[in-house]
């Protein structure tokens, strides 16, 4: 099975500052990689994918995401911080099985903006 | 956003009782799954379905059985629920099953189990 490991379960930027959520995967195969964000009380809300090409992948809101196979990482950015960026991100891996694909999820970084 | 979702949004029931979670989609896609979050656990997949009566066990379906009549929802039904499934559940619909497609998840359950 495929694990996903998400460093720091919680991260404090200020306002305007960079943002830099950290992912680590395992994976034999070329991996499908994915960051979700969860507002309060709410469902995930899909960011960005990495499928094929591209390594640098945009996403919404200013996001972006850079995959590095030798590293086997997938950080997610963004150059300039928000009060409306505090949430909950959760990065992801696909597995395909034979009867589709499963994922796992890392356990989650909390971000907190300082005004 | 997506056309799921789950009801009821929030139940508190007791140990050993029954409990049927569903969760509706209308976007008319093939696959539903199941998940439980949990503090420290992130999301973690409980069983899923390829199609109408096709399901499968994620990581942690111990305790749980679903059914699939209709394309359009997915039940969840623990048996006889316990304290430890007290937990926030989620229902995602997937257009495809190969791994480049994402997940669009639904707004969520709080189950309380006292």
């Known amino acids: 099975a495929q694990s996903v490991t998400q460093l720091g379960s919680h991260v404090s930027v200020s306002e305007g500052a960079l943002v830099l959520l950290r992912c680590n995967y395992s994976?034999?195969?070329?991996?499908?990689l994915f960051w979700y964000v969860q507002y309060p009380n709410q469902g995930l809300q899909l960011l960005l994918k990495?499928?094929?090409?591209?390594?640098l992948v945009k996403g919404i809101n200013g996001f972006e995401a850079e995959f590095k196979k030798s590293e086997t990482s997938f950080h997610l950015t963004k150059p300039s911080a928000h009060m409306s960026d505090a949430a909950e991100y959760f990065c992801a891996v696909s597995e395909l099985r034979n009867t589709g694909n499963q994922f796992y999820f890392g356990t989650g970084t909390s971000l907190t903006v300082i005004p | 956003d997506a056309g799921i979702t789950q009801s009821p949004r929030h139940k508190v029931t007791e140990t050993g009782t029954p409990v049927t979670l569903r969760c509706h989609q209308t976007?008319?896609?093939?696959?539903m799954y199941w998940y439980r979050q949990d503090p420290g656990h992130g999301l973690r997949l409980i069983h899923y379905?390829?199609?109408?009566?096709?399901?499968d066990k994620g990581e942690v379906s111990d305790g749980y059985s679903v059914s699939r009549s209709k394309t359009e929802d997915f039940l969840l039904t623990l048996e006889s629920a316990t304290s430890s499934q007290t937990s926030v559940y989620f229902c995602a619909i997937s257009e495809g099953g190969q791994g480049r497609y994402e997940q669009y998840f639904g707004p969520g359950t709080r189950l309380t189990v006292t």
């Open positions: 379905s390829y199609g109408v009566k096709d399901t």
């Open positions: 990495y499928t094929t090409g591209a390594t």
């Open positions: 976007e008319n896609h093939r696959y």
């Open positions: 994976s034999s195969v070329p991996p499908y």
